[in-house]
């Protein structure tokens, strides 16, 4: 879906996310870039710096936020520090939606500072979709939750995790950023087709998605941001833009992070397969 | 945290359960990992891990439940150890690898992170140098030193400014009433080593060594640090701080140190001006007040900040 409730009516097209490297290269040469993702986390700070940085960024670009320590699926409340540190951002940046992970991370008040899989039940789902709405409710930001990757399975799972996604996202009436490449990690990880995941999530939904290189190691593979968008992950997006329109679409690129160019052809690379789902579904 | 049960839930059909779960996870999660870097193999009741951990994680053809475990286990200290060593580069470089790795251990195993953001992780550092002596030993004076000017540098990259007080201000009260308060971003600090000269020594050779390195935070991780000279001892009075945005560190002469800590401590202008002693001249007095004004160091006295740290 182009532009949807879900991603606050906006049809962005391809953006990447705003990373310290890149820095100097875009307040100097000024890019065409769509749109920005930036981390929430990195700029709730109280100044300095980041928030000049920011400033300047969003007197050129559009910006989207993601979050990495909402935690939505951790039995805690949410913090309520934390969501007005949060809200303060949402108001200087105008983000039209806000991300964050369907994940905990968190447990009486510890950190973990991981994106930990939850268990598939219908408990957590309904913990989990509560949480969604408090937040979305105090921000008043439409939220969009992205599926993460995951190196385990748990016996008290009930459901599969689309099938889990989907409960959440019902529940809360919320967006879904489809992190396509996670998909593909975790269904290595975890011997399902992918295929079976894209095309079993309310589509109408997704609001965002995302695009990412992983690593392969010999037992397992790694969600690393390190690397190119490989060919099974395109091909899931291809099939994942047929389903749900073309959404918004992000590209990953986090560590081992090349120039702002090769980062920025990489994610414009996103837009033959734009075409041709657009092809296949005309 | 709260200590785990002692099974995980066998189901999860409410948010207690949920927690309880969640709690016998990251317990799992962050213990410490073994001298090879594994999962440690009994549980803190003493059983065997690869039992409890197949109570709730699921194996495939490839992995155990302990080895999946062991995944999260590895990626939470691999993660957690490289903030702090982005964070306390000179802290490292003081202590070496196998001594600033132990006290890492020992102070998230202590502390572990009740901030959302890992900018906060070594927020406790210092007191936990201080109440915990033996883990730096016989390096514990320096190491404090270094880890208070560390924790400065973070306060002063993103630390809250307050607006600045104009010269006007100064003349609405008589300095016998008048209280000032000083930047939250602004850290002052009484040494007994010149600990800015040695951080900056310190980020220099990392930067060079960066520099020639593909990959940096991945070969800086992996790297044995190189121990610089210890610094010889001279008492230093340095404000840590930032202008126009950047970072400094701004040597102070030792009257104009006790001006600036007792307006932070909420002393009058006029008594603060008297701590700088009677050699201060007044003359270099207006001087340095002219420095601090134009550096924006001032603001309306309420502001929550820690003064002096000695």
């Known amino acids: 879906m182009p532009a949807n409730r879900f991603n606050g009516n906006c049809d962005y097209g391809i953006g990447i996310g705003l990373r310290v490297p890149h820095y100097a290269h875009i307040l100097s040469k000024k890019p065409t870039v769509d749109w920005f993702e930036i981390i929430s986390e990195n700029f709730m700070v109280d100044g300095g710096r980041p928030l000049e940085l920011l400033d300047r960024i969003l007197e050129q670009y559009r910006v989207v936020q993601h979050g990495v320590s909402m935690y939505f699926g951790s039995a805690d409340k949410p913090d309520r520090a934390h969501l007005r540190k949060l809200k303060e951002l949402v108001k200087r940046t105008k983000t039209p939606w806000l991300s964050d992970h369907l994940c905990w991370g968190s447990v009486d008040g510890t950190y973990t500072h991981d994106l930990l899989p939850m268990p598939y039940t219908f408990a957590a789902a309904k913990r989990t979709a509560e949480k969604i709405r408090q937040v979305r409710d105090f921000l008043e930001v439409p939220i969009c939750v992205e599926n993460v990757s995951s190196y385990a399975e748990f016996h008290q799972s009930e459901m599969t995790e689309w099938e889990f996604l989907s409960e959440v996202v019902e529940l809360a009436d919320c967006g879904i950023l489809l992190d396509v490449n996670n998909i593909y990690v975790s269904s290595k990880n975890h011997d399902f087709d992918p295929y079976d995941y894209v095309n079993n999530v309310p589509h109408h939904r997704v609001g965002q ?54 980062v920025h052809n990489e994610a414009l690379k996103a837009n033959e397969f734009i075409d041709g789902a657009k092809k296949a579904t005309a | 945290m709260k200590r785990p049960p002692k099974h995980a839930p066998k189901r999860i059909a409410s948010t207690g359960d949920l927690r309880s779960f969640q709690r016998m996870m990251a317990t799992a999660v962050t213990r410490p990992l073994t001298s090879s870097d594994g999962l440690q193999s009994k549980w803190i009741d003493g059983r065997p891990m690869d039992k409890v951990a197949s109570e709730f994680v699921k194996p495939n053809d490839r992995l155990s439940s302990f080895e999946r475990l062991q995944l999260y286990n590895r990626m939470y200290w691999f993660r957690l150890y490289d903030a702090i060593q982005d964070d ?176 932070s401590r909420g002393l009058t202008l006029s008594r603060a001006v008297a701590a700088a002693g009677p050699g201060a001249r007044p003359a270099q007095v207006r001087k340095w007040f002219t420095a601090w004004m134009a550096l924006g160091w001032f603001c309306a006295r309420g502001n929550k900040r820690s003064a002096k740290a000695s």
């Open chain 1, 209 to 262: 998605m995302h695009i990412a290189g992983h690593t392969k190691f010999e037992k397992y593979i790694l969600d690393t941001h390190d690397h190119p968008v490989l060919d099974p992950v395109w091909k899931l997006y291809a099939r994942a833009t047929e389903l749900c329109g073309v959404s918004a679409t992000l590209l990953e690129w986090d560590d081992r992070i090349p120039s702002f160019d090769e």
């Open chain 2, 88 to 263: 306390c580069p000179g802290l490292r470089a003081v202590l070496g690898d196998r001594v600033f790795w132990r006290l890492a251990q020992a102070y998230l195993e202590a502390r572990p992170s009740r901030s959302f953001t890992l900018r906060n992780l070594c927020s406790r550092l210092v007191d936990f140098i201080r109440e915990n002596p033996r883990l730096t030993a016989p390096r514990t004076a320096l190491a404090l030193e270094v880890a208070r000017f560390e924790w400065a540098q973070t306060v002063a990259f993103d630390g809250e400014a307050l607006p600045v007080l104009e010269a006007a201000d100064f003349a609405a009260l008589p300095p016998t009433r008048l209280r000032i308060g000083l930047q939250p971003y602004l850290t002052l600090l009484e040494l007994r080593h010149p600990i800015d000269t040695f951080v900056i020594s310190v980020k220099r050779r990392d930067a060079m060594r960066s520099e020639a390195s593909n990959t940096p935070g991945a070969a800086a991780a992996a790297r044995p640090v190189v121990r610089p000279s210890t610094p010889r001892a001279l008492r230093t009075w340095v404000a840590v701080h930032r202008h126009n945005n950047r970072l400094f560190y701004k040597r102070l002469d030792p009257a104009a140190f006790r001006i600036l800590d007792a307006l």
